[in-house]
Nanobody, 126 residues
């Protein structure tokens, strides 16, 4: 089992920045690829970003490319999501997820991931 705990959410003005963290425990963190997803009220969960075990491969949703950066620190068992130039439409509950092998094609599907955190709320005021 892998336990995931997100933090760093909050209220920010449009154009501002936040850094989300996801701390993992329970298994060897570097064995797992990590993803960030978000879900706004009344909408389906959507992919935001993913990173492989080494950090060399990263994937982003088109809607966040150039604004968000995913990274990881295997020594700290933590994956991060740096969010810049936030927009009101970025407001959602952000959750991190883990999987042993990151599919090269389906990395953006929530069903590809085995473990999930509870999520952290991000609110963006206009």
């Amino acid at each position: 089992q892998v336990q995931l705990v997100e933090s760093g959410g909050g209220l920010v003005q449009a154009g501002g920045s936040l850094r989300l963290s996801c701390a993992a425990s329970g298994r060897t963190f570097s064995d797992y690829c990590m993803g960030w997803f978000r879900q706004a009220p009344g909408k389906e969960r959507e992919f935001v970003a993913a990173i492989n075990w080494s950090g060399r491969r990263k994937y982003y949703a088109d809607s966040v490319k150039g604004r968000f950066t995913i990274s990881r620190d295997n020594a700290k068992n933590t994956v991060y999501l740096q969010m810049n130039s936030l927009k009101p439409e970025d407001a959602a509950v952000y959750s991190c997820a883990a999987v042993r092998v990151l599919p090269s094609r389906d990395y953006d599907r929530s069903t590809s991931y085995d473990y999930w955190g509870q999520g952290t709320q991000v609110t963006v005021s206009s």
